[in-house]
């Protein structure tokens, strides 16, 4: 019978506490005591050396009532305010009260207090255990539900829905699975934003005074991430929450409403592949997209006009101003040529080309110009038909896209089409989740530009993104070729050299864009190049050059309260430089920042053997490393090594076996072998196993290996 476990967060109070449920702790004070008229939670008053010639004698009252409250861990009364003091891990938390009932202030017992102050804590507790996930300690979905409902109402921000599916089937390799991902979500959220779990591998995140805009970089950066850290299939639907509409004409709480739209961009976001997100806008807008299809009549108009044309040019103005009608009315002729659509104007030129529209172009806006005083600003958009592999039936498509290319110029721009344009409108649909129509995009621009940096390196995201590592190389390559942005191409490319295990050659690509010279925006990716290069020199077995770099990162991040994730690297660093003592004040620590890593417990096992720490503690630590990660072979290897030292032959024979199948694991489960059959006194197969450990070309074999084995078999 499986028994119930309550994460360890849900069986006391703790200071943090007391700011995420403080509207909730509030309420429950309200119910015990509810003549309230204000009430604070404060931290208690640090013991000064002489009092301050400032304070007036209320406040030298209640400074001596909270150092009372807190010294005797009870409640006390001064005049009209309850001071309730709460004890939370090491530290005090006081709840002051104010706007008593004269009546009640009369009537108050000590009994009453002390009895008051009692119950207040187990409701406290109650409430948390309500607010917080039994198994994964982050907030639960009750709590979400009353931050919306219960919460203020004007507040606003942006609620995420992470989906991270396990790969396996099985219950226990699918819970160790999701505590990586808390352990991974925290590290990438880093206390900037609320987690909460929803059941299911569904996580949430809450982005308060967040809007769309930020969900369009946030929510592929966490993507990006999580694929990074190998994740099987990552999913991100995002909405933002604003006040409460009243006009809708249906009788859905706020919470209902807001998960009603994050649930339908998430569903969109399952249907686009493995990895891949969508912002509620992009469904709610679709019609209004700045890219969506053109109405009817104006593809019945087109179709007409161009029907038997070879050679065209559409102009797209973005007015519909009466003024502005009659100077195209005035420069163009025709009035078939023009067609007014939604505060937008089209010309078509038959058999005209790239000069004559540009030309037509400048002389309708000066007209405009000369027409109009007001300083009303007209951008113009232009498409060519032919041009690339476009059809005709893309003409108003390719406008639109000039347009948008042209907002990012000055006032009164005349863009053609380019790809630049193509580069801007894939951008568009990558911010909005959608990876085909990007990379289609992207592709049209290559058609127009073959070589354009930019477009090589953004459709390299895309086809990493959907799993294509081998086409995302190419790209990167291709653009590392290229004047524009080499800097982020080299980057990509580390990264996906990275995923694909070419230590070495992601190395070389790190370096080289560290070498660039630094542009303005670098910053951040700057420092994640170095923390990467660090990790990647650990894993080449450069230990002192992994560990100067990731020092040095962790002592930048870790001035801000962050930078956790590289104690485990330099905890491996020191243990590859032999300094065993520095390696294990890494590892528990970095044990502190992620219990779940199985790297971490495992080789903080091994370390406990080779410090004599206790082979039984080591034991347990390689055993909870093989049952969190139970593929990994290197934790099997510390396992098996482990269970040598403690006597288990028979479990350390099974560790090992799965380690001699594999090419990079086996010099060293030849090894142990060998040990393992020392220690039972079977000298010849002890001999045995040794020479195969010193002819074994394995991808991992080292020198160290060969000379144990030659240590033994001289021996």
Known sequence: MFGYSQHHLCRRLERQDFIRFSFEFGRVIHENIPTIDELVFLDPPQPQPAASLSETKREKELRLGMEKAVQMESPVLSR?????????????????????????????????????????????????????????????????????????????????????????????????????????????????????????????????????????????????????????????????????????????????????????????????????FCHYSSIENAANHPLAPPAQPLVQWLQKATHNLQKCALLQFNTENSLFVESVRDCAGEEDKFFTDKKTVYLLLPDQGRKEALKMGDMILRHFDEKEHSGTAVNCGISLYPSGDFKKSELFLNCRKALLHSHFLDPGALIICNALSCNIAGDMYYGDGDLMLAVKEYKRGLILDPGDGNLLNSLGVCYAQMNRHKAAVECFHKACNSKEDRFMALYNLGLEQQIRNEHIAAIDSFMKALDLPEQVGEEKTRKDIKFQLGVLCVEAHRYRAGFDLLQAWYKNENEEGRGGKALRYLGEACFGLGEYRDAMKYLQQAMRYNEYDGDVLGLLGEM??????????????????????????????????????????????????????????????????????????????AEKWFKKAESCPGQISNSEIKKTARYYLNK
């Open 608 to 685: 406990y053997l080779k410090e004599n720490e206790g082979d039984d503690i080591a034991l347990r630590f390689c055993e909870k490393a093989v049952e969190l990660n139970p593929d990994s072979l290197k934790l099997k290897l510390q396992l098996a090594k482990a269970q040598l030292q403690c006597g288990d032959y028979l479990g350390c024979r099974r560790s090992l076996q799965p380690c001699l199948r594999n090419k990079k694991t086996r010099p060293a489960a030849l090894l142990q072998r060998g040990l393992l059959a020392h220690e039972q006194g079977q000298k010849r197969t």
């Open 80 to 276: 009209d305010i309850l001071i309730l003091p709460f004890v939370a891990d090491d530290t005090t938390v006081i709840a002051q009260v104010k706007g008593l009932d004269r009546y009640l202030v009369r009537k108050i017992g000590k009994d009453w207090l002390e009895g008051l102050s009692s119950l207040l804590i187990r409701e406290f507790l109650l409430v948390k255990r309500a607010c917080i996930d039994s198994l994964t300690g982050l907030l639960s979905s009750l709590h979400l539900e009353e931050y919306f409902d219960y919460g203020a109402k004007d507040r606003t921000g942006v609620l995420m829905l992470v989906t991270v599916y396990p790969k396996s089937s099985s219950f226990f390799q699918a819970k160790n699975y999701q505590h990586r991902t808390v352990s991974l979500l925290r590290a990438f959220v880093d206390d900037r934003f609320p987690l909460y779990y929803l059941g299911q591998s569904c996580f949430g995140i809450l982005c308060e005074k967040k809007d769309s805009v930020f969900a369009a970089e946030f929510a592929p950066s966490l993507v990006n991430f999580l694929k990074r850290e190998g994740c099987y299939r990552v999913h991100i639907g995002s909405a933002v929450f604003e006040n409460p509409s009243t006009d809708d004409g249906l009788s859905l709480s706020r919470s209902e409403e807001v998960m009603r739209k994050v649930w339908a961009a998430l569903h969109v976001a399952t249907k686009r592949g493995p990895f891949a």
